[in-house]
């Protein structure tokens, strides 16, 4: 890059253009000498990474990944019984996207396997993220939210709203375990997350008498019914708010799906992310044109725009239970499908 001036003897003279910054000068000769200069003051040029800021399609970090229930539960177990209460506020395995590291299961979506074992209390706290409670395994678990103690039954799921006091605990004997789904990522971009615990181990609370009339509950037979009652061979259906309908949180929203013995879902591409857990039967999901096979008790992830479709196999029916971020997406305006008309996109 040069500049010019007049000679004495009428001439022109090039000479190079530069930059005095604090008594320094910075030769601005080449694109090069742009970028180097300007990035030592945290100017960084966009145009060499323009695609990576406007891709042409969506690019997740994470990827599909399975953890087996079989290999994963035996070390959450043995936590239970050399990790002690009074070490952990929560024992969690957090399941974490190979290609990431905590709180990714998917690049929005937070998973992990937590267990209380018998007489113990998980501490009340509460905090900004909002969580939900999928029961795997055992009896005689409860979930206290907000001053209403909520039995745990497996296949339930239990709400715990933003900056509820909530605490767990386990009577009888044998481990309680549960799959829970927060929205953590998000405040990983938004660092807006706290946490307060409470003085007491547990927050005053009274038992639930009527499930259908706590709106943090959803009996697993109340949904199963209803699936079974949907026509077809795959039926969805969303948990929704009881009292009006609505998404049960701005971030994260739960679902269950049936797919009839030897038969399939439709097949999808979003920019939602998921997390399923397998409630029932075995088979297998391809997951952009990769089959990941699943039992009971297995929980695998899918990445925003990966195409799947899962299958199940001939000798049971399967239900899945399923958290996403839909809410959240959709109320931003990033909800897209495959094949949609995208003039529907502009606002």
């Known amino acids: 890059?040069?500049?010019?001036?007049?000679?004495a003897n009428g001439g022109v003279v090039l000479e190079p253009?530069?930059?005095p910054t604090n008594g320094v000068t910075h030769s601005l000769e080449t694109v090069q000498d742009v970028i180097e200069g300007a990035s030592k003051y945290n100017a960084v040029p966009l145009w060499p990474q323009m695609v990576k800021y406007n891709p042409p399609a969506p690019n997740p970090r994470c990827t599909p990944h399975i953890w087996r229930y079989d290999q994963v539960r035996p070390y959450l177990v043995r936590a239970g019984e050399l990790v002690k209460e009074k070490d952990a506020e929560r024992r969690v395995l957090m399941l974490v996207n190979p290609e990431r590291e905590g709180p990714y299961t998917t690049d929005t979506l937070y998973a992990g396997l937590q267990l209380v074992m018998p007489h113990e209390t998980a501490p009340a706290h509460r905090h900004t993220a909002f969580a939900l409670r999928f029961v795997i395994e055992g009896n005689g678990g409860f979930t206290a939210v907000h001053g209403k103690r909520i039995q745990m039954n497996r296949g339930d799921v239990i709400l715990t709203p933003t900056?509820?006091?909530?605490?767990?605990?386990?009577?009888?004997?044998?481990?309680?375990?549960?799959l829970d789904g927060l929205d953590?990522?998000?405040?990983?971009?938004f660092p807006v997350h706290f946490v307060e615990h409470f003085q007491e181990k547990r927050y005053p609370a009274e038992n639930v008498e009527k499930e259908e009339e706590c709106p943090n509950v959803f009996p697993w037979a109340d949904m199963k019914k209803a699936l079974d009652?949907?026509?077809?061979e795959w039926a969805c259906k969303e948990y929704r708010k009881k009292e009006d309908g609505g998404y049960v949180?701005?971030?994260l929203g739960p679902s269950a799906e049936r797919i009839d013995k030897d038969n399939k879902s439709a097949p999808r591409r979003e920019t939602t992310s998921s997390v399923y857990h397998v409630?029932?039967?075995q088979g297998y999901s391809i997951i952009n044109e990769k089959t990941f096979?699943?039992?009971q008790g297995d929980t695998f992830c899918i990445p925003s725009w990966y195409r799947y479709e899962h299958f199940a196999n001939s000798q049971q029916t399967v239900y899945l239970y399923r958290f996403d971020d839909k809410p959240m997406i959709e109320a931003l305006g990033f909800y897209r499908t495959e094949g949609m008309d995208t003039e529907e996109l502009v606002s």
């Open 17 to 19: 253009v530069t930059q």
């Open 279 to 281: 409630i029932e039967g």
């Open 293 to 295: 096979d699943w039992k």
């Open 229 to 232: 009652e949907m026509p077809g």
């Open 249 to 251: 949180s701005k971030t």
């Open 163 to 178: 900056w509820n006091w909530h605490d767990h605990g386990k009577d009888g004997s044998g481990p309680m375990i549960w």
């Open 1 to 7: 890059m040069t500049t010019s001036s007049h000679a």
């Open 184 to 189: 953590l990522p998000t405040f990983i971009h």
